[in-house]
């Protein structure tokens, strides 16, 4: 069956750095755009960004381009986000999702990260 688990969050200082994983499996990986989303506590979810199936072409919001960056390496099956200094609002449920917004869309469990001093 289709599954997405991410892994890589945890607890880090205003200005660390983490890289979330997201594996991939049941599925053809390579087909299919990814995307990054997060959910804050007490918010609502907030899409952060996008890869498309080969990895040539990404995007990332306005709000965090400057220190995100979203890759993949499709003979791992692994979809990466990678975040550098990180401040306290980067504090959220970090999750990964197949087709965002499309009729195929599938999300994993997602990885908690806490940004505190």
């Known amino acids: 069956q289709v599954q997405l688990v991410e892994s890589g969050g945890g607890m880090v200082q205003p200005g660390g750095s983490l890289r979330l994983s997201c594996v991939a499996s049941?599925?053809?990986?390579?087909?299919?755009?990814m995307s990054w989303v997060r959910q804050a506590p007490g918010k609502g979810p907030e899409w952060l960004g996008i890869?498309?199936?080969?990895?040539?072409?990404?995007r990332v919001v306005d709000s965090v381009k400057d220190r995100f960056t979203i890759s993949r390496d499709n003979t791992k099956n692994t979809l990466y986000l990678q975040m550098n200094n990180l401040k306290p609002e980067d504090t959220a449920l970090y999750y990964c999702t197949r087709d965002h917004g499309g009729t195929e869309y599938f999300r994993g469990q997602g990885t908690q990260v806490t940004v505190s001093s």
């Open positions: 049941g599925f053809i990986f390579s087909n299919y755009d």
């Open positions: 890869i498309d199936p080969k990895g040539t072409g990404t």
